[in-house]
């Protein structure tokens, strides 16, 4: 599932918040190429990804074993996380630092299981 780590931006490591989202959304972004998703008190199987120029490309393994991947483009700087659509629409992260987080979030996604 990890990727070459070498092609994820510093600067995107981190855990971050959807801005005015209908739920309470934390993607964590890992270095080694893994994305966890936190909503609530509760996490999403490991995600892998890796970045492509200006897109980051997640992969998804489906039920059936196949594999399938989304591109979205992206922009990062210190403290916001954008994703654009082909439309133009957006979507906003606003960094959370690990030490902001509720204590559920800040556990490793496997003793949630």
């Given at each position: 599932m990890t990727n070459?780590?070498?092609?994820?931006?510093?600067q995107l490591v981190g855990f971050w918040k959807v801005a005015g989202g209908d739920y309470p959304l934390i993607n964590e972004?890992?270095?080694?190429g893994v994305l966890i998703q936190h909503v609530g008190h509760q996490t999403a199987d490991p995600i892998g990804l890796r970045v492509e120029g200006e897109y980051l490309?997640?992969?998804i393994e489906q039920p059936?074993?196949?594999?399938?991947?989304?591109?979205?483009?992206?922009?990062?700087s210190a403290e916001r996380?954008?994703?654009i659509d082909a439309e133009g629409e957006q979507r906003?992260?606003?960094?959370?630092?690990?030490?902001e987080l509720p204590a559920q979030s800040r556990k490793p996604w496997w003793r949630f299981w």
């Open positions: 070459d780590s070498s092609n994820i931006p510093p972004y890992r270095a080694d490309v997640t992969i059936d074993g196949s594999v399938s991947e989304d591109r979205e483009k992206f922009e990062v996380l954008t994703f906003n992260f606003q960094r959370v630092p690990a030490d």
